[in-house]
């Protein structure tokens, strides 16, 4: 399992036929780690800014087969 997505989720959600999209995708809590989520067809490069702050958290890796 890959951010914890599992390969079937992110089989839907690249076949767009995820039946509950926001379950998955945008910032989760999981066993007191953060995971973001995100479906950005065509995107070449993603970082995660803190809002509060504006500093940047770092880039979201691209998962295989996404």
């Known amino acids: 399992m890959n951010a914890m ?3 079937d ?3 839907a959600l690249m076949h767009a036929n995820h039946a509950d999209v926001f379950s998955v995708l945008e910032m989760h809590e999981r066993r007191g780690q953060l995971y973001v989520n995100a479906c ?3 995107a070449i490069r993603v970082e995660l800014l803190d809002r509060s702050t504006g500093l940047l ?10």
């Open 9 to 11: 989720e992110i089989a």
């Open 5 to 7: 997505l599992t390969d």
């Open 57 to 66: 958290r770092g880039p979201l890796n691209r998962i295989a087969g996404s």
């Open 40 to 42: 950005l067809p065509g």
